[in-house]
């Protein structure tokens, strides 16, 4: 009993000292195991577009939506989309706010009955009411280019290869992506001074926990964020964000990292 209301005591003071120290405050992210594409780690992270957070989703399985659909080309064709190759506004793709780098959607016009398979490979759009945006050569087939503006629905898929061995023909199924798997902490706190962050970082390390001070520049300056736990996991880490925002931290939330 001793030990649990020192536990008590412990997480009382670390709160207090947080609310009044921390230098940065970032919003709490919302909230079928594949194995993690390559190169679609950073796009995990949450990410702020004209003063809106957004959170991309663990896993497109089972994924259905319906709204607008918009498209766009000239002004990015040859530029780098989310996914870091190069954006071709001949190709069959598409960009969409939360979905894994790498999924495939069949999106319907709604309108006509037209549909076609698309790669997400950038993010966007940002204007209320949209919900994807379609390369030129998607606007086209799906008859959307003329008016710019459809509304359609969008799923996610699971594509198959056909494969020949012989006279046998069989099917390879492709995943569908999640982001689950990877490397993931949950950041507690955030400060401009140095030594604030060490004291919370010691007070956090004398109830077990494994606590680690990641720099980073912004364009206000240098913060250190405190960083508590290693997750390989996704759910187990949210798990914990919980504990901890029940515990006091209520702007804690979970960071996904590059791999190393």
């Not at 005591?9 to 921390?22: D, I, N, R, S």
């Not at 003329?146 to 359609?152: I, K, S």
């Not at 198959?160 to 982001?179: C, D, F, I, K, Y």
């Not at 960083?227 to 964000?241: C, F, H, I, T």
């Amino acid at each position: 009993m001793r030990a649990f209301l020192r536990k008590e005591l412990l997480a009382v003071m670390v709160l207090a000292f947080f609310l009044t120290g921390c230098g940065e405050r970032t919003p709490p992210p919302s909230q079928e195991p594949f194995p993690l594409m390559e190169g679609t780690v950073r796009t995990q992270r949450p990410y702020q577009i004209s003063g809106i957070w957004y959170y991309p989703i663990p896993t497109a399985a089972g994924y259905v939506e319906e709204g607008l659909a918009s498209w766009y080309g000239p002004g990015f064709h040859g530029k780098p989309p989310s996914t870091g190759e190069r954006y071709d506004m001949h190709a069959m793709t598409a960009a969409h706010k939360t979905l894994p780098m790498g999924t495939h959607v069949k999106v319907t016009n709604l309108e006509n009955g037209r549909s076609t398979l698309l790669r997400i490979n950038d993010r966007g759009p940002f204007v209320e009411g949209r919900i994807i945006d379609l390369s030129r050569a998607a606007a086209r087939e799906l008859d959307t280019k003329r008016q710019g503006l459809a509304r359609v629905r969008v799923e996610a898929v699971q594509l198959a290869t056909e494969e020949r061995q012989g006279t046998s023909t069989h099917w390879r199924a492709e995943n569908v992506p999640s982001l689950r798997y990877g490397n993931f902490t949950i950041q507690i706190g955030s400060f401009k001074d140095r030594s604030n962050a060490h004291r919370l970082q010691e007070a956090m390390r004398s109830g077990n926990q494994v606590v680690h001070i990641q720099q980073a520049l912004s364009e206000e300056g240098t913060f250190f964020r405190v960083q508590v736990g290693k997750y390989r996991d996704l759910m187990l880490a949210e798990q914990e964000r919980q504990r901890l925002r029940s515990s006091g931290f209520r702007d804690a939330f979970v960071v996904a990292m590059e791999d190393r």
